[in-house]
């Protein structure tokens, strides 16, 4: 599986740093587990980062702080990584939503709370300790357009299952699109398959057309 | 093809100790990666140890547990001042070497010597993040002790120790400061695309490219330097940093782009 779209290098950066908010970290870090080339460019950055901490030059630790660490270190022996045991304990099909996403749901995606959007459409809001971004899984169905819309701010989206295009290029599982104000666009979903993604945008979406508009605060996006 | 390597003593008591077991990742077609040196009758005995996955076919990649040997071994890098940057890969590949200690056998002088090196840096990290002292004090504690138990999570094919443990002071800080969660990927999780596997004989190993990096960062010109450490520093958004380096935002971003792939795509040249 190629993935032709990818976050740009700010923010990958802003995630290797620690500076990203959570709802746009989980969509990159979802996006990560898709991706092989940019958990390297992430690990790349992080090393970068470890340079830098390497330079700073270094902040005695207190004694209590060091006697607090020594006393709590118990020999019991580091957890090894259970994935052998899952891996080989899952012969089924993967599941569709990955970590650290899954776990945001509490399962796949047949665990998903959806709410009717209409015109055949779902989104469930996912809930985040920080306020400020919108974070939802959306469910398109099959051939259908997105009313066409324009962005008060900025949009990542990751998809899951499908696909959809738009002026800007054809967008299927592991692929993430970043709209910013300045694109309005129509997403089509592809016939075939519905679309799951995972949105997140910091301001509401701004819909062209005055009917779109006219339901959009019953809808919630 | 496996004869020409060979085993050093030090790499044999490591494999030994039955700790690379541990850095088992996917067990289909992921596998352990050694550079061997200087011994093939270990070699003949770690591959009796590991008939039942090398049975099937199953690839069997070297982990590099002797970086020294590398550099013996390969071709000099153009770009590198060797005499420098030999005594800087010393002090860090003991430091994986110490990293797996404390994952494999839980070595508490191991141990100590990682918390000497790296406590004092995290702190300082912290610091420069805007901790007050007793914050910074109260995170270096958590990130430590997240280094004992996690220890067995470092995988010295993905990341130098410095790397991996300057994630764990990152993540600790979101965890106990910003209240948040740190989403963060799953390396076990079934639906995880695995990565692509790696040349059998991968000559440069990752706290080698950590050094590559380090050498980068530290050759950028100065403007390109400052974005990326007020970006790694500050927590600063990037239009904090323009408005701090008195430049545009487009300034701030076309330079982060340039510095990162200054850095990266030289990675892999000097091969």
């Known amino acids: ?198 949105a997140v945008t910091d301001a509401p979406l701004r819909f062209s057309s005055f009917a779109a508009r006219l339901v959009q605060p019953f809808i919630g996006i | 093809m496996l004869q020409e390597y060979i085993i050093t003593q030090r790499c044999q008591e490591w494999i030994t100790r039955s700790s690379i077991f541990s850095y088992l990742r996917d067990p289909e077609d992921c596998f352990l990666r050694i550079l061997v040196m200087n011994n093939v009758a270990f070699l003949e005995k770690f591959y009796d140890l590991n008939s039942n996955l090398a049975s099937s076919r199953r690839k069997l990649k070297l982990i590099q547990v002797n970086h020294s040997c590398v550099n013996n071994s390969k071709k000099s890098r153009p770009g590198l001042n060797s005499a420098s940057s030999n005594r800087e890969e010393s002090v860090i590949d003991s430091m994986d070497d110490r990293l797996i200690a404390v994952a494999t056998s839980r070595d508490r002088e191991a141990y100590r010597t990682l918390y000497e090196h790296f406590a004092p840096r995290v702190k300082s990290f912290l610091l420069g993040k805007g901790s007050s002292p007793e914050v910074a004090e109260e995170a270096v504690q958590e990130a430590m002790l997240n280094v004992w138990r996690k220890a067995s999570h470092f995988d010295p094919s993905k990341a130098a120790a410095s790397t991996w443990i300057f994630a764990i002071a990152r993540n600790t800080r979101i965890d106990l400061l910003r209240k948040e969660n740190r989403p963060a990927l799953d390396p076990n999780d079934p639906a995880l695309v695995p990565d692509l596997p790696a040349p059998a004989f991968e000559t440069v190993s990752a706290a080698q490219e950590a050094n590559q990096i380090r050498e980068r960062v530290a050759a950028l010109p100065a403007e390109q330097q400052d974005v990326l450490r007020l970006a790694f520093f500050e927590d600063l958004a990037h239009s904090d940093v323009a408005e701090r380096l008195g430049i545009p935002l487009g300034t701030v971003k076309s330079r982060i782009r340039l510095a990162v792939r200054r850095i990266r795509n030289e990675i892999g040249d000097s091969e």
């Open chain 1, 1 to 198: 599986m190629n993935i032709d779209h990818h976050p740009n290098d700010e923010l990958l950066l802003d995630y290797s740093s620690g500076a990203l908010d959570e709802g746009w970290s989980l969509a990159i870090a979802t996006h990560l587990a898709l991706c092989p080339d940019c958990r390297q460019a992430v690990r790349d950055m992080e090393a970068i980062g470890a340079s830098f901490m390497e330079c700073l030059s270094p902040s005695s630790v207190s004694t209590a702080t060091s006697e607090a660490v020594f006393n709590q270190l118990s020999d019991d022996a580091a957890p090894l990584s259970e994935l052998d045991m899952a891996r080989r304990g899952s012969a089924e099909a993967p599941p569709i939503l990955p970590e650290p996403l899954r776990g945001y749901i509490g399962g796949d995606v047949d665990r998903v709370p959806w709410q009717r959007l209409g015109l055949g459409a779902f989104q469930y809001r996912i809930p985040m300790k920080e306020q400020g971004l919108a974070v939802r899984l959306l469910k398109i169905p099959a051939g259908r357009p997105v009313p066409a819309h324009s962005h008060g701010g900025l949009e990542l989206t990751l998809v899951l299952s499908g696909s959809f295009s738009d002026a800007t290029g054809s967008y299927k599982r592991g692929d993430i699109q970043e709209v910013d104000e300045t694109l309005e666009h129509q997403p089509h979903v592809a016939v075939g398959m519905d679309c799951i993604c995972l």
